[in-house]
């Protein structure tokens, strides 16, 4: 009973990211929209609150491109970009909520070295990110006789 109450917590995240992003954009839900998600980690191991997290983002995906709260659904376009976006931003969501489940009250130093390991994450995928997309972009330049 209680995984089905973490796994709704985590759903219940994914639909407040949905409210707080465009089109929509009631941004002040951004502000606790984690909330849910942090809650149902406490506790738990970090591969727990990883896939917790990455629930999460599946499902701020998933209603990002089928248009359920919206009132009109674009189909133009490719939808590929918005679930890498959420994949990514849910890789970076689970390490965070997965390092806060793991770190006992009162353990400092672990956080600290917990966090810059994360930030050093964060910067090396940016960076990793970074040089994908402009190989995919001078590619596909290239052979679509644009350059």
């Known amino acids: 009973m209680k995984f089905l109450a973490w796994i709704l917590a985590a759903a219940g995240t994914g639909l407040l990211l949905t409210l707080a ?86 353990d400092v130093r672990r956080l600290i070295a917990l966090a810059a390991f994360a930030v050093l994450l964060e910067a090396l995928s940016l960076k990793i990110l970074r040089c994908l997309v402009r190989t995919f972009s001078i590619w596909f330049c290239r052979n679509a006789n644009v350059v």
């Open 21 to 106: 992003m465009p089109p929509i954009g009631f941004w002040p839900v951004g502000w606790i929209a984690l909330v849910p998600l942090f809650v149902a980690s406490r506790g738990q191991r970090f591969v727990v609150a990883f896939l917790l997290a990455l629930v999460s983002c599946f499902v701020l995906g998933l209603l990002s491109v089928s248009g359920l709260l919206y009132a009109h659904r674009s189909s133009t376009g490719d939808p590929l970009w918005i679930y890498l976006g959420c994949a990514f931003f849910g890789a970076i969501v689970g390490l965070t909520s997965g390092l806060l489940a793991e770190v006992k009250t009162g």
